[in-house]
C-alpha cells in the first residue's frame, strides 16, 4: 500500500534538456578581426614584408572562388528543378535585370553629385610615372558588347567550371535546370543526386572558411605596406568623399527600399551577414563572401529559383559600389587634369561606363581595369589620370566591395518579395536569432530546414 501511495505521489522527472552544442565558428572570425589588426600593424611596421605576405590572400581568395562554379551550379538546378512554371523563373530573371539597371542608374547619379560638389581633384598634378601607370591598368581582357554575350557561351559543358566564369556556370545551370524541369518525376533522382552534390560542395567550403584568419592577415598586410600613409593622405578627400558616398546609398536608398517594399530593417539584415561583411573587408573582395550569401539567403527564407538567379546575375550586373566609384574617380581625374567636365560631357562618359562595366564583369579587379579601359574607349585624354588612384584603389575595392554585396543583399529580399518567392515568418524569425545559421553545414537540415513555399508543395504535389 505503501509503495502504491508512494508511486501515485512521486512526479515523473522531465528528461535533461539536451546541451546546446557550441558554435566553435564564433572563435574563428574572432580570429579574423585580429588577424585584420595584426595585418595593418605588420604593413605600417614593415611594408615590405607585408608586400610579401600577398600569396597568404590571394591563395584564400582563390580557395572561395574554386568553390564558386559548384555552388551556382547545384543552387540553381535545385531551385528550377523544382519549380514547376518555367515562365515563373523568367519573370525573376525579367525582374532582377530591370531592378538592376535601374540600381545602377541610381548609384551612378549620386556618385555624380556628390562628384561635383567635393571637387577632390583640385591641384593636382601628374609626372610620367604617374601617366605610365595609367595606361598600364588598361585591360585588353574588357570585351564590347557582342563579345562579351558570346562569351557567356562556354568552350564545352564542362569548361564552364574549369574557367570560373560565373556567367558561363550560370547558363549552363539554367539549360540543367530546364531540362529536369521537363523531365517531370523521371529528372528526381537527378535532382537528388545535384542535392547531396550541393552539400559535399558546402561541407567543404566550410573546412575552407577556417583558413580565413590567415587569407585576411596576408591580404591586409600586403595592402597597407603597399599603399602606405603618403598614398592615404594625399588622395584622402577623394576616399572619404567615396566612402560616405556609399554610406549614404546603403543605408538611405537601399534602406528605404527595403523598409518600403519588405517592411524590413536593414540594421537587421546586415546583422544576420556581419560575417560576411568582416570577411568581404578582410580580403577586398566581394566573390568571397558569394557562396555564403548564396547559403545565407536560402536560409532567411527566399526561395532557391530567386536566390540562385539573382545572386550570381548581381554579381555581374548590380555593381552599385563600382557604379559610384566610375563616377568619382572619372570626375577625379578630369579636375586632376585641370580639364573639368561639363554635365553635358559626364553623363554621356558615364553611361559608356555603365555599359563598359557590363562587359568587363568577369576580369580581375574590373573596377580599376574597367575604368581605365572605359576611358581609353571614350575618352583617351583622361587615362595619364587614372594612375593618380593606382596606390590607393585596394583601399576604395574594400568599400566598392562591400557595396556591391550590401546591394545583392538588398535585392535578393527586394525580388523575393515582388515575385512572392519569400517566406515572411521565416525571415522575421531568422532575423530575430530564433532560427540560427548552421556554420557547419552552410545548409537547412533537420528541424530547422527551411519549408518549401505553399506553391512549391503544390506544384511538387501535382508531379
Same mark, same amino acid.
Given at each position: 500500500?505503501?509503495?502504491?501511495?508512494?508511486?501515485?505521489?512521486?512526479?515523473?522527472?522531465?528528461?535533461?534538456?539536451?546541451?546546446?552544442?557550441?558554435?566553435?565558428?564564433?572563435?574563428?572570425?574572432?580570429?579574423?578581426?585580429?588577424?585584420?589588426?595584426?595585418?595593418?600593424?605588420?604593413?605600417?611596421?614593415?611594408?615590405?614584408?607585408?608586400?610579401?605576405?600577398?600569396?597568404?590572400?590571394?591563395?584564400?581568395?582563390?580557395?572561395?572562388?574554386? %568553390?564558386?562554379?559548384? /555552388?551556382?551550379? *547545384?543552387? !540553381?538546378?535545385?531551385?528550377?528543378?523544382?519549380?514547376?512554371?518555367?515562365?515563373?523563373?523568367?519573370?525573376?530573371?525579367?525582374?532582377?535585370? +530591370?531592378?538592376?539597371?535601374?540600381?545602377?542608374?541610381?548609384?551612378?547619379? /549620386?556618385?555624380?553629385?556628390?562628384?561635383?560638389?567635393?571637387?577632390?581633384?583640385?591641384?593636382?598634378?601628374?609626372?610620367?610615372?604617374?601617366?605610365?601607370? +595609367?595606361?598600364?591598368?588598361?585591360?585588353?581582357?574588357?570585351?564590347?558588347?557582342?563579345?562579351?554575350?558570346?562569351?557567356? /557561351?562556354?568552350?564545352?559543358?564542362?569548361?564552364?567550371?574549369?574557367?570560373?566564369?560565373?556567367?558561363?556556370?550560370?547558363?549552363?545551370?539554367?539549360? #540543367?535546370?530546364?531540362?529536369?524541369? &521537363?523531365?517531370?518525376?523521371?529528372?528526381?533522382?537527378?535532382?537528388?543526386?545535384?542535392?547531396?552534390?550541393?552539400?559535399?560542395?558546402?561541407?567543404?567550403?566550410? %573546412?575552407?572558411?577556417? #583558413?580565413?584568419?590567415?587569407?585576411?592577415?596576408?591580404?591586409? #598586410?600586403?595592402?597597407?605596406?603597399?599603399?602606405?600613409?603618403?598614398? =592615404?593622405?594625399?588622395?584622402?578627400?577623394?576616399?572619404? +568623399?567615396?566612402?560616405?558616398? *556609399?554610406? =549614404?546609398?546603403?543605408?538611405?536608398?537601399?534602406?528605404?527600399?527595403?523598409?518600403?517594399?519588405?517592411?524590413?530593417?536593414?540594421?537587421?539584415?546586415?546583422?544576420?551577414?556581419?560575417?560576411?561583411?568582416?570577411?568581404?573587408?578582410?580580403?577586398?573582395?566581394?566573390?568571397?563572401?558569394?557562396?555564403?550569401?548564396? &547559403?545565407? %539567403?536560402?536560409?532567411?527564407?527566399?526561395?532557391?529559383?530567386?536566390?540562385? !538567379?539573382?545572386?550570381?546575375? +548581381?554579381?555581374?550586373?548590380?555593381?552599385?559600389?563600382?557604379?559610384?566609384?566610375?563616377? %568619382?574617380?572619372?570626375?577625379?581625374?578630369?579636375?586632376?587634369?585641370?580639364?573639368?567636365?561639363?554635365?553635358?560631357?559626364?553623363?554621356?562618359?558615364?553611361?559608356? =561606363?555603365?555599359?563598359?562595366?557590363?562587359?568587363?564583369?568577369?576580369?580581375?579587379?574590373?573596377?580599376?581595369?574597367?575604368?581605365?579601359?572605359?576611358?581609353?574607349?571614350?575618352?583617351?585624354?583622361?587615362?595619364?589620370?587614372?594612375? =593618380?588612384?593606382?596606390? !590607393?584603389?585596394?583601399?576604395?575595392?574594400?568599400?566598392?566591395?562591400?557595396?556591391?554585396?550590401?546591394?545583392?543583399?538588398?535585392?535578393?529580399?527586394?525580388?523575393?518579395?515582388?515575385?512572392?518567392?519569400?517566406?515572411?515568418?521565416?525571415?522575421?524569425?531568422?532575423? &530575430?536569432?530564433?532560427?540560427?545559421?548552421?556554420?557547419?553545414?552552410?545548409?537547412?537540415?533537420?528541424?530547422?530546414?527551411?519549408?518549401?513555399?505553399?506553391?512549391?508543395?503544390?506544384?511538387? &504535389?501535382?508531379?
Amino acid at each position: 500500500m505503501t509503495s502504491r501511495r508512494r508511486a501515485v505521489t512521486t512526479t515523473p522527472t522531465a528528461p535533461a534538456a539536451p546541451a546546446v552544442k557550441r558554435d566553435r565558428t564564433h572563435y574563428l572570425y574572432i580570429a579574423v578581426i585580429a588577424a585584420v589588426a595584426l595585418g595593418i600593424a605588420v604593413g605600417l611596421i614593415w611594408p615590405d614584408f607585408g608586400v610579401e605576405l600577398k600569396p597568404l590572400g590571394t591563395g584564400f581568395v582563390n580557395l572561395i572562388k574554386m %568553390m564558386i562554379s559548384p /555552388i551556382i551550379f *547545384c543552387t !540553381i538546378v535545385l531551385g528550377i528543378g523544382s519549380v514547376r512554371k518555367a515562365a515563373k523563373v523568367g519573370a525573376v530573371g525579367g525582374i532582377a535585370l +530591370g531592378y538592376f539597371l535601374v540600381m545602377s542608374l541610381v548609384a551612378l547619379s /549620386i556618385g555624380l553629385v556628390v562628384g561635383n560638389i567635393l571637387h577632390p581633384g583640385d591641384g593636382l598634378h601628374l609626372t610620367n610615372a604617374i601617366k605610365a601607370s +595609367g595606361h598600364s591598368q588598361v585591360d585588353s581582357e574588357a570585351l564590347g558588347p557582342v563579345d562579351f554575350v558570346l562569351s557567356i /557561351i562556354p568552350t564545352t559543358f564542362v569548361s564552364a567550371f574549369t574557367e570560373g566564369q560565373v556567367l558561363q556556370t550560370l547558363l549552363i545551370a539554367l539549360l #540543367a535546370g530546364f531540362a529536369l524541369q &521537363a523531365m517531370g518525376s523521371v529528372g528526381q533522382p537527378v535532382l537528388r543526386g545535384v542535392e547531396h552534390v550541393q552539400r559535399l560542395v558546402f561541407r567543404i567550403l566550410g %573546412m575552407i572558411m577556417w #583558413a580565413a584568419p590567415i587569407g585576411a592577415f596576408g591580404a591586409i #598586410a600586403a595592402v597597407v605596406g603597399s599603399a602606405g600613409l603618403d598614398a =592615404l593622405k594625399s588622395l584622402a578627400v577623394l576616399m572619404l +568623399g567615396f566612402y560616405v558616398t *556609399c554610406v =549614404l546609398f546603403v543605408f538611405v536608398v537601399l534602406g528605404a527600399l527595403l523598409r518600403i517594399v519588405a517592411g524590413l530593417n536593414i540594421f537587421s539584415l546586415f546583422k544576420y551577414l556581419a560575417r560576411e561583411f568582416l570577411l568581404i573587408l578582410s580580403t577586398s573582395s566581394s566573390e568571397s563572401a558569394l557562396p555564403r550569401l548564396i &547559403a545565407k %539567403m536560402e536560409h532567411l527564407g527566399v526561395s532557391r529559383a530567386v536566390v540562385g !538567379i539573382t545572386v550570381p546575375t +548581381g554579381y555581374s550586373f548590380n555593381l552599385d559600389g563600382t557604379m559610384i566609384y566610375m563616377t %568619382m574617380a572619372s570626375l577625379y581625374i578630369a579636375d586632376a587634369l585641370g580639364t573639368p567636365m561639363s554635365v553635358g560631357e559626364q553623363i554621356p562618359l558615364l553611361l559608356f =561606363l555603365l555599359l563598359a562595366s557590363k562587359g568587363a564583369a568577369g576580369v580581375s579587379g574590373a573596377g580599376l581595369a574597367t575604368l581605365a579601359g572605359g576611358l581609353q574607349s571614350h575618352k583617351p585624354a583622361l587615362v595619364d589620370g587614372v594612375g =593618380l588612384i593606382v596606390g !590607393i584603389d585596394r583601399f576604395m575595392s574594400e568599400a566598392r566591395a562591400l557595396t556591391n554585396f550590401a546591394g545583392n543583399s538588398v535585392a535578393t529580399v527586394l525580388i523575393g518579395t515582388w515575385t512572392k518567392d519569400i517566406d515572411k515568418d521565416r525571415v522575421q524569425r531568422v532575423l &530575430a536569432g530564433e532560427l540560427p545559421f548552421d556554420e557547419t553545414t552552410l545548409l537547412d537540415e533537420g528541424a530547422d530546414a527551411k519549408p518549401e513555399l505553399p506553391e512549391q508543395r503544390e506544384e511538387l &504535389a501535382k508531379a
